[in-house]
């Protein structure tokens, strides 16, 4: 069975601070892709990387980084020098033969 | 703006009733997937249509059907509606080849209040 895992359900950190956001999963696939989403307070779902499971290299994208490690079936992300913008909730995904998205974990980022 | 639409943005209705919801993917884009999103249930896939087959079905209640038209458009619809239908739902469009190697773009959603 697939399953993804959030363990943080909301975190709040001061503006300009570092922060990372865990997400743990669990697939038998040995092809599979993980996702992240971004949600803000709007309510819709913004895409913000896709990683196939034969790629662990990490990404880096402005302020966001993401670290794929399949020893631990870790795909966590961090976002450098939050800002206030960065406040939403942020869904990670896996997709093997069907998608199975996290719980999310509420991200406020305060002024 | 993902290029994905979905009308209308609030349904507000009675139990019992039947609601069709609607969703244009993007320009070029064959698959288009549902999803339910509730406070209890989380982020839920309920079923995927590629150039107007059924591709995938996750956890799509019998109550619920929905279609893929030929010009890709897609509707949702949910009938003998129960007061936990109560969601956002979201339509998600990806060009929908290989399957698995998709990106799906989101749209705003449509949320559903059943009174």
């Given at each position: 069975?697939?399953?993804?895992?959030?363990?943080?359900?909301?975190?709040?950190?001061?503006?300009?601070?570092?922060?990372?956001?865990?997400?743990?999963?669990?697939?038998?696939?040995?092809?599979?892709?993980?996702?992240?989403?971004?949600?803000?307070?709007?309510?819709?779902?913004?895409?913000?990387?896709?990683?196939?499971?034969?790629?662990?290299?990490n990404e880096i994208s402005g302020r966001y980084s993401w670290n794929f490690q399949?020893?631990?079936?870790?795909?966590?992300?961090?976002?450098t020098a939050s800002q206030v913008v960065d406040s939403a909730v942020y869904f990670c995904a896996l997709r093997g033969d069907k998608i199975i998205f996290g719980k999310g974990t509420r991200l406020h980022i305060l002024p | 703006d993902s290029g994905v639409t979905q009308t209308p943005k609030h349904l507000i209705t009675a139990t019992g009733q039947r609601v069709t919801l609607r969703c244009s993917p993007r320009s070029g884009d064959l698959s288009v997937y549902w999803y339910q999103q509730s406070l209890d249930q989380g982020l839920q896939f309920l079923i995927q249509y590629y150039n107007g087959e059924e591709r995938a079905k996750g956890n799509?209640?019998?109550?619920?059907?929905?279609?893929?038209?030929?010009?890709?458009?897609?509707?949702?619809?949910?009938?003998?509606?129960?007061?936990?239908?109560?969601?956002?739902y979201f339509c998600a469009s990806s060009v929908g080849l290989a399957g698995v190697a998709d990106t799906q773009y989101f749209g705003p959603g449509t949320r559903l209040t059943v009174l």
């Amino acid at each position: 069975a697939q399953k993804v895992t959030q363990a943080q359900t909301e975190i709040s950190v001061v503006e300009k601070e570092d922060v990372t956001l865990d997400c743990v999963y669990e697939t038998r696939d040995t092809t599979y892709y993980l996702f992240w989403y971004k949600q803000p307070p709007s309510g819709e779902l913004v895409f913000l990387i896709r990683r196939n499971s034969f790629d662990e290299q990490n990404e880096i994208s402005g302020r966001y980084s993401w670290n794929f490690q399949k020893s631990t079936s870790s795909f966590n992300f961090t976002i450098t020098a939050s800002q206030v913008v960065d406040s939403a909730v942020y869904f990670c995904a896996l997709r093997g033969d069907k998608i199975i998205f996290g719980k999310g974990t509420r991200l406020h980022i305060l002024p | 703006d993902s290029g994905v639409t979905q009308t209308p943005k609030h349904l507000i209705t009675a139990t019992g009733q039947r609601v069709t919801l609607r969703c244009s993917p993007r320009s070029g884009d064959l698959s288009v997937y549902w999803y339910q999103q509730s406070l209890d249930q989380g982020l839920q896939f309920l079923i995927q249509y590629y150039n107007g087959e059924e591709r995938a079905k996750g956890n799509i209640l019998e109550r619920f059907s929905a279609q893929q038209f030929p010009d890709l458009h897609s509707e949702l619809n949910l009938s003998s509606l129960e007061l936990g239908d109560s969601a956002l739902y979201f339509c998600a469009s990806s060009v929908g080849l290989a399957g698995v190697a998709d990106t799906q773009y989101f749209g705003p959603g449509t949320r559903l209040t059943v009174l």
